[in-house]
């Protein structure tokens, strides 16, 4: 019997080496493997490129001073210094807290409504569902201009209707009590559709004979939703939630067209904070600083949200 002489100085026979076939599958493998990685290389070079490398940017110009005109100058960590007592930008992180906290839960809550009346036998429940997700993939700009004129306070929708109750008439976008209440509702109805859309993917797809059992246990079906549907919708929860807050943290066009962050910046936000700073102040190195406290609160935010309902396998 033939032998070979191992790296060791051992000497190795025939019957201890890789056999043809175990050979060729481990070249498969690895040709697969390769495959993949050229496949994913195009994807990943997009992301190192137009991700990867702002951020980097980001980072190192948070702790420069830097207007865009002059080379940029170190300066530590004197922008975010300034950021810990800058009472606007304070304002701005405060009023997105409360957005996000009124826009996520309830436009959450009526989308898994939604959802699971439109996943029954209901008729024209196409015709509903195109209905109800329109919004999503409307333009921003337009759905804002469009509740620009139902916020007018000289024949606008809104108070069109307060006139019909016979309440008086409100001016929604230039008044402090009512401009952020304004916003939320354009926030909440734009948001909807993308999340029913979600919720009703994933009750498509939970196991039918749970409820057959639960109906031949007698349970009602507001129990059935609550100790079936609820448990298996926790990793489209944490998918919805996650997207809807970082959604939330985002937004700038309705902002910039109905209030413009006014009056007396009861609706800055954060990402228009950013862009103040940035391109009306041309303090880039300083809108830098902003925008990594703006991800700070997101990931502080997901992780919380994780450990609460959990993650995408539904586990804590």
């Known amino acids: ?32 493997g390769r495959a993949g990685y050229l496949m994913v290389a195009p994807a990943f070079l997009h992301m190192a490129l137009w991700t990867g490398l702002p951020l980097v940017a980001a980072i190192v110009l948070s702790f420069t001073s830097y207007d865009v005109l002059t080379p940029p100058k170190f300066i ?19 009023n997105t807290l409360v957005y996000a906290f009124f826009t996520v839960p309830v436009a959450m809550a009526i989308a898994l409504v939604i959802a699971v009346l439109l996943n029954g036998r209901l008729r024209g429940r196409s015709l509903f569902r195109t209905a109800v997700f329109l919004p999503q993939v409307t333009a921003t700009i337009a759905v804002a201009l469009v509740w620009l004129w139902i916020y007018n306070p000289q024949g606008g929708l809104a108070n069109a209707v307060l006139s019909f109750l016979g309440l008086s008439p409100v001016n929604w976008l ?28 994933a009750l498509q797809g939970l196991p039918s004979d749970l409820y057959e ?11 059935q939703f609550f100790a079936i549907t609820l448990p298996l919708l926790r990793p489209a929860t944490f998918f919805v939630f996650v997207t809807s807050v970082i ?8 902002i910039y067209i109905l209030t413009d962050g006014g009056p007396a910046n009861t609706t800055t936000m954060m ?3 950013v862009y103040k700073s940035a391109f009306r102040e041309f303090r880039m190195g300083y809108a830098c600083a902003e925008s990594l406290v703006l991800f700070a609160f997101l990931i502080v935010l997901t992780i919380l949200n994780r450990r609460m309902i959990g993650g995408t396998d539904g586990n804590r």
């Open 1 to 32: 019997m033939t032998s070979a002489r191992s790296a060791t100085g051992t000497r190795r026979t025939g019957a201890d080496r890789p056999a043809p076939a175990t050979r060729r599958v481990r070249t498969a493998s690895r040709g697969r």
């Open 271 to 273: 990402t228009y904070q």
């Open 213 to 223: 059992a639960a109906s031949v246990d007698g349970a009602s079906k507001v129990r």
């Open 247 to 254: 959604g939330a943290f985002q937004s700038f066009d309705q």
């Open 76 to 94: 530590g960590l004197g922008n975010f210094t300034e950021i810990a007592g800058d009472a606007v930008f304070r304002r701005s992180m405060v």
């Open 174 to 201: 230039s008044s402090t009590t009512w401009a952020m209440p304004a916003v939320i509702v354009v926030g909440i109805w734009q948001g909807i559709g993308l999340k029913m859309l979600i919720y009703l993917a």
